[in-house]
């Protein structure tokens, strides 16, 4: 048996189901700044899940 090198991704999307931003990650990196960075240029609401 191998290696296996998972990854993660991230997506924002709005509430008629558009994806407006995405990101890949195959490093540990905590959620909570990956959200921080990929909200910077967003205002209003909004709403995750606790996954």
Known sequence: ???FYGGKS???IN???GI???KGMTDPV???KLV???TDEFWGCLYG???
């Open 1 to 3: 048996m191998g290696w």
């Open 10 to 12: 991230h997506l924002i």
């Open 15 to 17: 509430d008629q189901g």
């Open 20 to 22: 407006i931003s995405v």
């Open 30 to 32: 905590a959620d909570r």
């Open 36 to 38: 921080s960075e990929m």
């Open 49 to 51: 899940d606790k996954g």
